[in-house]
Structures are given as structure tokens and as C-alpha cells.
């Protein structure tokens, strides 16, 4: 699995919910831990990022856009 594979929230890789879970949670709990340390910017990093994400993958989720791309 490549880099890009990672950063495309539509892979593949992240059909299974319990991956879309996972991310989404460990996303919105680094933002509460960097509230907590008082990092404010990384934390509105992280919020946009695990916001991002929550929206991609449970507002306005495709199955059909987590499907391999046919090569023929």
C-alpha cells in the first residue's frame, strides 16, 4: 500500500467502518489531548482533520467510491 493510499480518505482501504471508526476517533482524541496540553493550533489542525474525515466518511459515505478501480 502506497503513501497516497493513506491520504485518499476514498480507498479502498478505509471501506471496512471499523477503520473509518478508528480514524475518526483517534483523530477527535488527539484534538482533545492537544486542548488539554494547550496547543491550540495543532489542536484546530487535528480538529480539522478528524472533522474532515467524520464528514467523509459518515455524512456523505459511497460505498461505490471504496470500490477498486477496474484496470480493464
Known amino acids: 500500500m502506497a503513501l497516497k493510499d493513506v491520504i ?22 488527539w484534538t482533545v489531548f492537544e486542548l488539554a496540553t494547550g496547543n491550540f493550533l495543532w489542536a484546530a ?14 455524512v456523505v459515505f459511497d460505498p461505490d467510491n471504496y470500490k477498486e478501480p477496474d484496470d480493464g
Do not use: D, H, K, Q
Open 8 to 29: 485518499n480518505v476514498r480507498a479502498p482501504f478505509f471501506a471496512p467502518r471499523g477503520r473509518r471508526m478508528t480514524v475518526c476517533i483517534v483523530l477527535w482524541g
Open 45 to 58: 489542525v487535528s480538529a480539522a482533520a478528524a472533522a474532515w474525515c467524520t464528514y467523509e466518511f459518515f
